[in-house]
Structure formats: C-alpha cells, structure tokens
T-cell receptor, first 114, second 114 residues
Framework: DAGVIQSPRHEVTEMGQEVTLRCKPI?????LFWYRQTMMRGLELLIY????????DSGMPEDRFSAKMPNASFSTLKIQPSEPRDSAVYFC????????????FGEGSRLTVL | AQSVTQPDIHITVSEGASLELRCNYS??????LFWYVQSPGQGLQLLLK??????LVQGIKGFEAEFKRSQSSFNLRKPSVHWSDAAEYFC????????????FGGGTRLMVKP
C-alpha cells in the first residue's frame, strides 16, 4: 500500500500569494493530521480530522491558515495570504482509529515564502 | 498535561560506538511510547513502539528501547552506530485516555563521526 502522499514537495512563493498543500492519507485511515516543522519551534500540530471532520484546529496559527478534508482520501492546507514567517516544512500524517497512536507521515512539503 | 522531554538537543558519536538517546515523559498513566527517526529531507519514520509486555522492545535498523516505569523513561539504544544513522530522533507518547494523541519531544539530532 502506498504511504501518505504529499504535494508539492517544494514550493517557493512570494509574500502575499496563496499556497495550497495537498495530502492523500493511507487508505482506510480514519485520522489525518497536519504538522508544521521549523528549527525554532520543532514539530507543531496544526489541525487534525477524524472521519473527514475537523476535531481540533487550536494549533492553526491564525486566520490566514485553513484546512479542509472533502473526502476520506484528500485534504488541503491553505495559507492566504502567505508571509515569510510561514516558511517551514509541512507534514501530513494519518492513522487508524483502532491504532494505539502510531502515525504514518508523508515526506513533507517544504514551503519558502520570499 | 502530558509532556515528553529529550534532554539532549545534539549528540555526536563515532562510527562503531554505542548510542543511547534519552527520553522522559510526565504523566501518571501507562503510556504508549514511540521512537521516530527523521533523515534529512524526509518525513518521520517509526523505529519502534512500546504498548505493553516486555519492557525491552526491538525496532528496525538495529535499534532497541527500554521502558522503565520507575524512571518514566524510554531510552533508545544501539550497540554500534553506522554513519547512515545520522538523523534526528523523536520520542513520542500517547495515552489511551487522551484519545491516543501523540505528544512529541523536541528531538535529538545525532551526528556520526567517521
């Protein structure tokens, strides 16, 4: 089975532009997580979904960030407008509901905002 | 609130030497414990996990970890480090009464000298 698939792997954009990151979780997984990783703050949980429903978005930094999961096989994280401080690696991860916490991570999307 | 501490931000060892990475967690309940490895430019990959039973668990790539309840620790070990083990290592904890949500430590970056 394919793992968690993220796109794009790298994105360079200018401040003020809209950025959309995409994630396809592992088939059959009930939970989907979006993390952000920076040198300064480490791994931060932004938001997670259960059965396509957002459960906790308290980690989303501000209103410029939004996430959706229209179906069980696709999620997006959108930043509009983007700012240089949003530069980071964004990871998507998924797991099954019966699992004892083990997460399966994608390879990440490295975002650079100039 | 649950937390995970990895006291060492950076560790450097010589190739062939033994390795121990420290991890401590805080909470009263019996946790589920994990070690993840992140190679440069990659997502996090599960090395090993502890749920119950034998407190010494074996993982991939020759790693092992030991759960010590009395010390609230789950240290990662490897008897002989290879240059390819250079990466960042994350300890994580989950609790059944907290929805099995993972809490990550800050990570330990391992460098291997030839």
């Amino acid at each position: 089975d394919a793992g968690v698939i993220q796109s794009p792997r790298h994105e360079v954009t200018e401040m003020g532009q809209e950025v959309t990151l995409r994630c396809k979780p592992i088939s059959g997984h009930d939970y989907l997580f979006w993390y952000r990783q920076t040198m300064m703050r480490g791994l931060e949980l932004l938001i997670y979904f259960n059965n396509n429903v957002p459960i906790d978005d308290s980690g989303m930094p501000e209103d410029r960030f939004s996430a959706k999961m229209p179906n069980a096989s696709f999620s997006t994280l959108k930043i509009q407008p983007s700012e240089p401080r949003d530069s980071a690696v964004y990871f998507c991860a998924s797991r099954v509901i019966s699992n004892t916490g083990e997460l399966f991570f994608g390879e990440g999307s490295r975002l650079t905002v100039l | 609130a649950q937390s995970v501490t990895q006291p060492d931000i950076h560790i450097t060892v010589s190739e062939g030497a033994s390795l121990e990475l420290r991890c401590n967690y805080s909470y009263g309940a019996t946790p589920y414990l994990f070690w993840y490895v992140q190679s440069p430019g990659q997502g996090l990959q599960l090395l090993l996990k502890y749920f119950s039973g034998d407190t010494l668990v074996q993982g991939i790539k020759g790693f092992e970890a030991e759960f010590k309840r009395s010390q609230s620790s789950f240290n990662l070990r490897k008897p002989s480090v290879h240059w390819s083990d250079a990466a960042e290592y994350f300890c994580a904890v989950a609790y059944n009464n907290a929805g099995n949500m993972l809490t990550f430590g800050g990570g330990t970056r391992l460098m291997v000298k030839p």
